[in-house]
């Protein structure tokens, strides 16, 4: 083998293990700072440590229900290109659309901060440390439970975790979402951050058919 050869060939291997380094790392290594909780917040995480099977969505009506299939069917498809496997796909979606509701959040907002956040890699740790999906970090686990941080790599507790702590930073910033992801990511009052989440939000909006009772706006999950 020539000697230009073998340097095309280090040149290709190395440029290689730097696009896979950089796919392994999420978007952005977002960093919520630790402060005191409330006694709901702490209640609702411990609960989401104790929940190890994925919630069933209710509907209190048939048009609910039917709605609730065809956004799963669209954003089945469009997730596709994140994750190959329908099952994989199939429960994510399931379990965003359950913890949004609960959370009060538009599950298009928490599908667009999973992709800035972690790329929808369910394994992913940031530089400091952030974990799963929703990029959690471990001090959350460390103040409400024995301080496992795998726990975050569990499905339910990832997407928990992550809709219940933007959620109260949405309460502390008064209901503003802006400033609230800033707050999720560790940059408070930066734009960088939630004008990505923001952007990523509108490539998983579905407002479906007139039949439709469930409309987002902002972030927040609405009834008609």
């Avoid at 048939?62 to 956004?71: H, K």
């Avoid at 939630?194 to 009834?223: H, I, K, M």
Wanted: charged content about 20%; overall charge positive; glycine content about 6%.
């Amino acid at each position: 083998m020539s000697a230009v050869r073998r340097h095309v060939l280090a040149r290709g291997w190395q440029a290689a293990v730097l696009v896979l380094a950089v796919r392994s790392l999420p978007a952005w290594a977002g960093a919520q700072r630790e402060e005191d909780l409330s006694d709901s917040v702490r209640t609702a995480l411990s609960a989401a440590l104790a929940q190890q099977t994925p919630a069933a969505p209710s509907f209190a009506s048939a048009a609910q229900e039917a709605y609730y299939l065809e956004w799963h069917a669209e954003m089945a498809r469009r997730l596709a290109r994140f994750l190959a496997h329908e099952a994989t796909r199939h429960d994510l979606l399931h379990t965003v659309w359950y913890e949004s509701q609960r959370a009060g959040l538009a599950a298009s907002l928490v599908l667009g901060l999973i992709e800035v956040e972690s790329g929808f890699r369910k394994f992913a740790v940031s530089r400091s440390l952030a974990r799963g999906y929703m990029q959690v970090m471990p001090f959350w686990t460390r103040s409400l439970a024995d301080g496992d941080a795998s726990r975050l790599f569990h499905l339910q507790t990832n997407i928990r975790f992550g809709c219940v702590i933007l959620r109260h930073y949405l309460e502390r910033e008064n209901g503003d979402l802006f400033l609230a992801l800033g707050r999720y990511n560790g940059s408070r009052g930066q734009a960088a951050y939630p004008r990505a989440v923001l952007a990523a939000q509108q490539r998983w909006d579905y407002v479906g058919p007139e039949t439709a009772v469930d409309v987002q706006r902002d972030g927040v999950s609405q009834t008609r």
